[in-house]
């Protein structure tokens, strides 16, 4: 770990963004996924603004924050990119103006009344706020999300709200998980998409994998993966 930390402080931002991409690239190819068919979310919580510009300038466009009021600041500063934002951290009531009013994606919908609240609070001038359903198939006491059984239910009221577009599903593995287990449970979620989409729901989203299990995530069918310490190097 100490030595991959250190070979990632000594490479660019331009180098950690290559060795990125071309490690999907090759994951597309060696799983038999379409070229293009995995969406990078770049992860820069704690972060500086000047740490994303420099990605942006290199063509990196997705950007995930997990505390609003930290994305808010930055999103201020980096008015000038065309930019798209997502969060992802756990879902708070009393942000969720914010949220509806700063991003354009919600990874970590876990409650119907945080949808109901994102839906009248989104203006009618913005594109519907993109969601996904965070699910928590390990039953984990110290992680937000969805127990399976619930999924079916919370969907079907989120995809009837207007000004919001429930595109699909998220979760994230225990971290003690071994390669077989992560993959488990990154196939569960995509079965349970599946289940949805057979229900008569429009999804095209899996929102899975980190710098660790990424390729594990893409050959269990991730369409989006979230990248932090690849990119950016160990946090602040």
Same mark, same amino acid.
């Given at each position: 770990?100490?030595?991959?930390?250190?070979? /990632?402080?000594?490479?660019?931002?331009? *180098? +950690? !963004? @290559?060795?990125? #991409?071309?490690?999907?690239?090759? =994951?597309?190819? &060696?799983?038999?996924?379409?070229?293009?068919?995995?969406?990078?979310?770049?992860?820069?919580?704690?972060?500086?603004?000047?740490?994303?510009?420099?990605?942006?300038?290199?063509?990196?466009?997705?950007?995930?924050?997990?505390?609003?009021?930290?994305?808010?600041?930055?999103?201020?500063?980096?008015?000038?990119?065309?930019?798209?934002?997502?969060?992802?951290?756990?879902?708070?009531?009393?942000?969720?103006?914010?949220?509806?009013?700063?991003?354009?994606?919600?990874?970590? /919908?876990?409650?119907?009344?945080?949808? *109901? +609240? !994102? @839906?009248?609070? #989104?203006?009618?001038?913005?594109? =519907?706020?993109? &969601?996904?359903?965070?699910?928590?198939?390990?039953?984990?006491?110290?992680?937000?999300?969805?127990?399976?059984?619930?999924?079916?239910?919370?969907?079907?009221?989120?995809?009837?709200?207007?000004?919001?577009?429930?595109?699909?599903?998220?979760?994230?593995?225990?971290?003690?998980?071994?390669?077989?287990?992560?993959?488990?449970?990154?196939?569960?979620?995509?079965?349970?998409?599946?289940?949805?989409?057979?229900?008569?729901?429009?999804?095209?989203?899996?929102?899975?994998?980190?710098?660790?299990?990424?390729?594990?995530?893409?050959?269990?069918?991730?369409?989006?993966?979230?990248?932090?310490?690849?990119?950016?190097?160990?946090?602040?």
């Amino acid at each position: 770990m100490a030595h991959t930390r250190l070979i /990632l402080q000594a490479l660019s931002p331009g *180098q +950690r !963004l @290559s060795r990125v #991409r071309a490690a999907i690239t090759q =994951a597309e190819h &060696l799983h038999a996924r379409a070229p293009g068919s995995v969406r990078l979310l770049a992860v820069s919580k704690r972060q500086s603004a000047d740490a994303i510009r420099e990605l942006a300038a290199l063509g990196q466009r997705d950007f995930g924050e997990n505390y609003v009021q930290e994305a808010v600041a930055k999103q201020a500063e980096l008015a000038d990119l065309a930019l798209c934002w997502h969060f992802i951290g756990r879902i708070q009531g009393n942000k969720t103006r914010e949220i509806a009013a700063h991003f354009d994606w919600v990874h970590s /919908l876990e409650r119907v009344k945080h949808a *109901q +609240r !994102l @839906s009248a609070q #989104r203006s009618d001038d913005r594109p =519907a706020l993109n &969601l996904c359903l965070q699910i928590n198939l390990e039953g984990e006491q110290s992680k937000g999300g969805l127990a399976p059984e619930q999924v079916a239910a919370t969907a079907a009221a989120v995809a009837v709200l207007p000004r919001l577009r429930l595109r699909g599903l998220m979760t994230i593995p225990a971290t003690h998980l071994d390669a077989a287990q992560q993959l488990a449970v990154f196939t569960r979620l995509h079965e349970l998409q599946r289940e949805l989409v057979r229900g008569g729901l429009n999804l095209d989203t899996l929102s899975m994998g980190m710098s660790a299990d990424m390729e594990i995530a893409i050959v269990a069918g991730a369409t989006m993966v979230r990248i932090g310490t690849a990119l950016f190097g160990p946090r602040p």
